[in-house]
Nanobody, 127 residues
Framework: QVQLVESGGGLVQAGGSLRLSCAAS????????MGWFRQAPGKERELVAA????????RYADSVKGRFTISRDNAENTLYLQMNSLKPEDTAVYYC????????????????????WGQGTQVTASS
């Protein structure tokens, strides 16, 4: 069982930055593939970024490549998402998620493959 709690969301002007954190409970955080998803009103939940259990492999949505960076600290049981050059279209509720399946197996973008989810944190980038 893994419990996930996101923090760090807020309101920023377009072009600004935010850093999201996801604190995980339990002693097996380092064995999970982790992902950040987002969901805007009226839209489906979409993958933003994913990271392998050892932190050595990552995946990004094309829309955030070069602007967002996913990272993790397994010693601190924490996942991060550094978001720079935010755009109004980045506005959404952001969720962290965890699954046992290794990142290299694929399907990182499929929300239903993740077993555990946080409650979400709102990110709003105003124009």
């Amino acid at each position: 069982q893994v419990q996930l709690v996101e923090s760090g969301g807020g309101l920023v002007q377009a072009g600004g930055s935010l850093r999201l954190s996801c604190a995980a409970s339990g002693r097996t955080f380092s064995s999970y593939t982790m992902g950040w998803f987002r969901q805007a009103p009226g839209k489906e939940r979409e993958l933003v970024a994913a990271i392998a259990s050892n932190g050595k492999s990552t995946r990004y949505a094309d829309s955030v490549k070069g602007r967002f960076t996913i990272s993790r600290d397994n010693a601190e049981n924490t996942l991060y998402l550094q978001m720079n050059s935010l755009k109004p279209e980045d506005t959404a509720v952001y969720y962290c998620a965890a699954k046992k399946t290794p990142l290299l197996y694929g399907w990182a973008h499929v929300a239903s493959t993740y077993e555990y989810w946080g409650q979400g944190t709102q990110v709003t980038a105003s124009s």
